[in-house]
RNA sequence: GCCCCUGUAGACCAAUCGGCAGAGUCGAUGGAUUCAAAAUCCAUACAGUGUGGGUUCGAAUCCCACCGGGGGCACCA
């Protein structure tokens, strides 16, 4: 292990001028301060005063970090490290590069340490930026300093807010397939151009009323959702933050179902085009799967089923009662269906639910399975809804048998007439479809699963493969025809698969049963939470509540009382309450602040009311808000009047051809946002696509996802974690490893202080200096793949920068070590050589082989030049090659072989060709796929006479023993095949 | 359970279109240097590509099955 003791340079006898890490850091302050004084990496937007600049623009971006209290660790700027080269090359090769490093900070770690210290969450977050501003500073990044923004800062939220205000003025127009202001659905209405769904009159209506038939329309709504609500937390939460256990993933609390008026964003409504769009990004296609899975698009149809049957007048379902709507992707399987069953919670059960158990249909005894042994339906009902609601989410994961109960209702298949039985089972889910399906056990496995728990007959609609019956009783859901499928009018019987969904479904909407539909998983996002460390909403509702006494309507303020600042709190917590309060309610930190809650406005959004008391919206926004639109704001960030100026945006962002789509030029990150961050951002950025706020209907037009540097971790018998960078290697161990004499167990882990495994980039830099930790960084892999730290592997990225320190200066003296001489050829050949594999190495990120070519130059040069004199001509190039990767030590020796300039807008070495092509190429000779021997052609010679020279070698005779060859297979520059 | 990615020297990784398994790093071994050690330098050895089949003149690379590792989804009708 590395440590200051035997860190290089810290012991006499070292030659005074040797690169060490005392000299590395050195040069790597001087150089840090030089580009931040002369603001070498600062880029200006065009406009009036700046013409566009010469080079083809390039927006890189790395996903902002959180900053929290435990800074970087080595893991962290890997990312970061990666994008750095990349803008640097591109820099040098001529292109505009916009490369800055925002903070991501809002959120609950800063709240939480508020609760137990006192210590304003504002304090805590401008101490942790700060930290990481400075480990960022000394890994040497070429950022845009001035772009930098922190989601915190007031001029930044001020535009979240104003952001938030224009997605809640606006709805989706359906026809056009776009957003749109409301005020032009309002106009629409007034006018009589568009009518009310419900067939209402505009005119009859109320203004509270207009105003909440309005809110059902605006991309962000109040709406009574089921949400998970933890009562200990005292905030609700959003699905990813619950764990799949049913608790909060932060501190393990209970996490309760519960029906909360909350603020939600209609991103529904871009569904389709949220997954059509990812067609046209560069994106990974892990990615793109990941995020067309959220989003869940199904094809099927939905279809009526008539409540009656033999027992309809001894069931609950009086005439009046609608039809049970169901919705399945397998509408051909239709003549299948045996029963129907619907989710505990849809709003049908009530109604359908009989007072007493009816007679079945042959006349027997009903089945007891299907009672749950109750002495009614509703007391069956009663009694299950009651069990499921009290299984946890684990539970219902887990227990996959098929449990349910029968309602006593029956209802009509709309293709034969046949009464089906309707169950309650907690296998349907209220969120999906309409909550019921039509269940198949022919073609459906867990319907299938539960016809056979509960006796319910099975027939089969597809006909499944030659012996697939005897391989025991299962559901069959491949391809085949449909058989048994037929009635009076239409036959499905033959028809494959999709055939068949094309005609039952034509079928049902002639009889008006049934429609073609689409589905999604995708729900709208819930985007409140019961915190203080987030933007306040920019709304307020009445005082004194509604006129007309409904539901408080949210106004919104006027765009010139943005930024709406967060107030000042004694206490920074939600009220919480017992774990297992399920009937408790949120409270948010911000309700206490009442002398902010309270003002009084003539507030535009409520021109009724005129002057008059409102309160704010005491909800905060999710931490996710800021992270949807920083890359425009990075753009611009100065802009007082504009969240981003529209030509800034058309300059960086803009498509660059009919069909693209526009957006960030590249996006590295981790692949732990493939869903969230990016689905949310992508929402928001087509929302002011819609509403022409930016010309890119994208944001992000290619993605990268950078790998995980993990760490090995150590446990000892115990299966305690040890200090892991006091665990040695030791083969007569027999875990191979031991800690103070002890034998410990090795595992692969993510770096953390858990595993006790930490090493972090202040420490490496430390040891050897940015340039050596940056090098051995881009080198232990391809950027895309994970790979394990290794502390002690560090060195040798040290002793190749100290073999290119002495090319050039001599350790002894400091003076020169160049000449003037020409280069030898074998020199020029392996130096272009280099040039044109790192020339398509480093856009490529394949930043480990360009290291290798480095490497690889450097040993040629060293071993050719022993006693110095490199020749100017090969040392100027590599110093150039190398910069993107080790800038600091790069720009110390440029400067010392006589330039004066920086090289970060030096040309990247471009190769000579003619010294690419060889003169002479070594054939190896295989015969039957086996090398036997070697012969050397000029590199101009044709097949022919390869094929000649092949079989005129003395080897290759001998084996050949005067037999004809069966064949010859020439390979031109690769190899001879020789087939006996 | 379903889907995606991935298995190459002791470790991390290379290997254009299917064409000589090795670019580079660590470690190991030997040597130079040193009073000695560290640091530095030089040299050497080490795998036939997870396993089993297949296609091919030729497979790490393509196909099939299985095994191991990582990730995503998970009663989504």
Redesign the pocket.
């Known amino acids: 292990m590395a440590s200051r003791a ?1 860190s ?1 340079g810290g ?1 006499s ?2 030659p005074p001028y040797r690169y060490t890490a005392a000299l590395a850091n050195d040069i790597e302050r001087r150089w840090q301060d030089h580009w931040e004084s002369a603001d070498t990496f600062a880029v200006t937007n065009p406009g009036p005063d700046h013409p566009a600049p010469a080079g083809e623009k390039f927006y890189l971006m790395d996903m902002f970090p959180y900053p929290s209290g435990a800074g970087l660790h080595v893991g962290h700027p890997l990312g970061f490290i990666g994008t750095d080269v990349l803008g640097r090359f591109l820099r040098m090769s001529g292109r505009t590069v916009l490369h800055t490093m925002g903070f991501d900070a809002f959120g609950l770690p800063a709240e939480q340490y508020a609760v137990q210290t006192g210590t304003h969450p504002r304090t805590t977050t401008e101490a942790n930026i700060a930290r990481y501003r400075a480990q960022i500073r000394q890994l040497g990044l070429a950022h845009d300093q001035h772009r930098s923004v922190s989601t915190t800062d007031v001029d930044f939220y001020r535009w979240t807010q104003w952001i938030f205000l224009r997605i809640h003025g606006s709805w989706y127009d359906t026809e056009i397939g776009r957003a749109r202001p409301i005020t032009e659905l309002e106009d629409e209405l007034e006018k009589g151009i568009r009518g009310l769904p419900d067939g209402r009159d505009w005119s009859a209506l109320s203004r509270p009323e207009q105003d909440r038939v309005l809110d059902d329309h605006r991309l962000a709504y109040l709406a009574d959702a089921p949400v998970n609500w933890c009562p200990a937390l005292g905030t609700v939460l959003s699905n990813e933050e619950v764990t ?1 256990d049913g608790r909060s993933e932060r501190g393990n609390f209970p996490v309760f179902r519960r029906n909360l008026r909350q603020w939600m964003m209609r991103i529904t409504a871009y569904a389709d085009r949220l997954a059509d769009d990812l067609d046209g990004v560069d994106w990974p ?2 990615v793109k ?2 995020q067309r ?2 989003i ?1 698009r ?1 094809q ?1 149809a939905q279809v009526r089923f008539a409540v009656s049957g033999q027992d309809a007048q001894r069931s609950g379902a009086g005439p009046s009662t609608p039809p049970i709507e169901v ?4 509408p051909d399987t239709l003549f299948g269906a045996t029963y129907l069953v619907l ?1 505990p919670e849809h709003p049908l059960v009530d109604a359908l639910t009989a007072d007493a158990w009816p007679s079945p249909l042959t006349g027997e005894e009903l089945d007891g399975r299907w009672t749950g042994g109750a002495a009614s339906p509703t007391e069956a009902v009663a009694a299950y809804r009651r069990a499921v609601a009290q299984r946890s989410e684990l539970e ?2 887990e ?2 048998d ?1 449990t349910g109960v029968f309602t006593g209702a029956w209802a009509t298949n709309p293709v034969n007439g046949e009464p089906l039985p309707v169950f309650v089972a ?10 019921a ?1 039509m269940a198949v056990p022919g073609q ?1 496995q ?1 319907d299938w699963d539960f016809a056979t728990v509960f006796g319910l007959p099975i027939r089969r609609t597809v006909a499944p493969p030659e012996g697939f019956e005897g391989s025991g009783g299962q559901a069959y859901v491949g391809a085949g025809p449909a058989i048994n499928s037929a009635n009076d009018e239409i036959s499905l019987d033959g028809l494959e698969v999709d055939a068949a969904k094309t005609a039952i479904v034509a079928w049902l909407a002639g009889k008006g049963t049934g429609e073609p539909v689409v ?1 999604y ?1 995708l729900r709208d996002w819930l985007f409140s939470r019961q915190r203080y460390w987030g933007e306040p909403f920019p709304v307020a509702y009445a005082a004194d509540g509604e006129t007309d006494g409904g539901p408080s309507i949210p106004r919104a303020l006027p765009d010139g009382d943005l930024p709406v600042l967060l107030p000042d709190v004694e206490d920074y917590a939600p009220k919480s309450f017992a774990p297992d309060d399920r009937d408790s309610s949120p409270e948010s930190p911000l309700a206490r602040a009442t002398d902010w809650v309270a003002f009084a406005e003539d507030l535009p959004s409520d021109p009724e009311r005129g002057f008059a008391e409102y309160v704010r919206e005491t909800n905060t926004m999710p931490q996710w808000a800021g992270s949807c639109w920083y890359y425009l704001r990075y753009l611009d960030p100065h802009n007082s009047e504009r969240f981003v100026d529209p030509d800034v945006e058309r300059y960086w962002l803009g498509p660059r051809a009919p069909g693209d789509p526009g957006g960030v030029d590249l996006y590295v990150g981790g ?2 946002h493939a ?1 969230l961050h990016l689905l949310y951002s992508r929402f928001w950025h087509k929302v002011l696509f819609d509403l022409g706020y930016v010309t890119s209907s994208e944001p992000f037009r290619r993605l990268f996802n950078q790998g995980y540097v993990q760490a090995w971790a150590y446990t000892d018998a115990r299966g305690v974690y040890v200090p892991a960078e006091e665990v040695v290697e030791d083969a007569a161990s027999a875990t191979g490893f031991t800690w103070n004499g002890e034998p410990v167990r090795q595992e692969y882990g993510k770096m953390g202080k858990s595993l006790r495994n930490v090493v972090t980039p202040d420490e490496m830099c430390e040891a050897y200096g940015a340039d050596t930790f940056r090098l051995y960084e881009m ?4 950027m895309e ?4 730290w ?1 502390t ?2 560090v ?6 920068l ?2 290119v320190w002495r090319l050039v200066i001599d350790e002894e003296t400091g003076e020169l070590r160049v000449s003037d001489a020409e280069p030898d050829r074998d020199t020029l050949v392996a130096l272009h050589r280099s040039i044109d594999g790192v020339r398509s190495d480093l856009p490529a990120m ?1 930043y ?2 360009a ?3 480095l ?2 130059l450097a ?1 040629h040069l ?2 050719t030049y022993p006693a110095g004199g490199t020749p100017r001509a090969v040392v100027e190039p590599l110093v150039l090659l190398l910069s993107p990767l080790c800038p600091h030590v790069a720009e110390e020796l440029w400067s010392r072989l006589g330039h004066p300039d920086t090289l970060a807008y030096e040309p990247f070495p471009e190769p000579d060709p003619s010294l690419l092509v060889e003169d002479s190429v ?1 054939y ?1 000779i ?1 015969v ?2 086996k ?1 036997r021997s ?1 012969i050397t052609v000029p590199a101009a010679a044709g097949e022919d006479d390869v094929r000649g020279a092949a079989l005129g070698d003395p080897k290759v005779v001998e084996l050949l023993a005067g037999a004809e060859p069966r ?1 010859v ?1 020439v ?1 031109p520059g ?2 001879v ?1 020789i ?1 006996r």
């Open positions: 035997d290089p012991a006898g070292v799949a296609d892990s799967t990941m899975n959220w869940g199904s099927g919705f399945t992707t397998r989710a219902r994961q227990a996959r098929k907690d296998y349907v889910l209220m969120g999906y479809g309409t909550g399906i459906d867990r589905q998983k692949v732990e869903v080198s232990t892999g391809p793949a994970s790979r394990p290794s002690r592997d060195v040798g990225s040290h002793r190749f100290q073999r394949h480990n082989t290291v290798a070519k490497i690889e040993n060293t071993k070594e190896p295989q039957n796929g090398v070697r064949k297979i390979v690769r190899l095949n087939v």
